[in-house]
């Protein structure tokens, strides 16, 4: 079967790093997904990852372990706009996209 | 990244009632999905829009509730059928159109059911 884990919550303080951690189970995969959503807003795209390592974009992060089903998404220099729900998502072909719950991140001064 | 508008942003309908979210693109894509998501919840797909054929539906979701039209690249109905309160919801239309299966959304429709 396909099935995806992220934590359900976590704070952190502003200027802070803080890791999202995304867990995946499925036969077939293209590639890793993370979007950032903020409360009453859509899903923007935030990063993609579909070979083994760390993708870096500005103060984003993406890593990726094929062989364990995992993928981390780093966020540095934490902002109070950081403040959202993070959503992992994998492609496991038919251009479908498993989301998994989401991870609510609250950033605190 | 295209630019993707819904139409309505928000309404409130009465039980028993339909109603129809237009999602337009301004550039032709391959690929439009529709999903819902609910209060607190993540994204929960109920259909890939094909254009020129029958949507396909996910587990759990039916035509006669959720009819989808896709008259060409660039446009994509939704219908949500004889609603109730469980229907509440956003529904977001996605499109993508690469090779990597990265999506982009529109922003939403926020759907109450009274």
């Known amino acids: 079967g396909q099935n995806i884990d992220q934590p359900t919550e976590m704070t952190a303080t502003e200027g802070a790093i803080v890791q999202i951690n995304c867990t995946y189970q499925?036969?077939?995969?293209?590639?890793l997904f993370w979007y950032q959503q903020h409360a009453g807003e859509a899903p923007t795209f935030l990063s993609y990852?579909?070979?083994?390592g760390l993708e870096e974009k500005g103060r984003f992060s993406s890593f990726l372990s094929r062989s364990k089903g995992y993928s981390y998404l780093l966020l540095k220099e934490l902002q109070m706009k950081d403040s959202a729900s993070y959503l992992c998502?994998?492609?496991?072909?038919?251009?479908?996209?498993?989301f998994g719950a989401g991870t609510r991140l609250a950033v605190h001064p | 990244s295209a630019v993707i508008s819904q139409k309505p942003s928000r309404d409130i309908c009465q039980r028993g009632t339909s109603l129809t979210i237009q999602c337009q693109v301004d550039?032709?894509?391959?690929?439009m999905f529709w999903y819902r998501q609910q209060p607190g919840q993540s994204l929960t797909l109920i259909a890939t829009?094909?254009?020129?054929?029958?949507?396909?539906?996910e587990s759990g979701f039916v035509i006669d509730k959720f009819p989808i039209s896709r008259p060409n690249l660039t446009f994509s109905t939704l219908t949500v059928s004889n609603m109730s309160p469980e229907d509440s919801s956003i529904y977001l239309c996605?499109?993508?159109?690469?090779?990597?299966?990265?999506?982009?959304f529109g922003p939403g429709t926020r759907l109450t059911v009274l």
């Open positions: 499925t036969s077939g995969f293209n590639g």
């Open positions: 996605s499109v993508t159109g690469d090779s990597t299966d990265t999506q982009y």
């Open positions: 998502a994998f492609s496991g072909g038919y251009n479908k996209l498993i």
């Open positions: 829009a094909n254009q020129g054929s029958e949507a396909t539906y």
């Open positions: 550039s032709q894509v391959t690929m």
């Open positions: 990852n579909v070979l083994d």
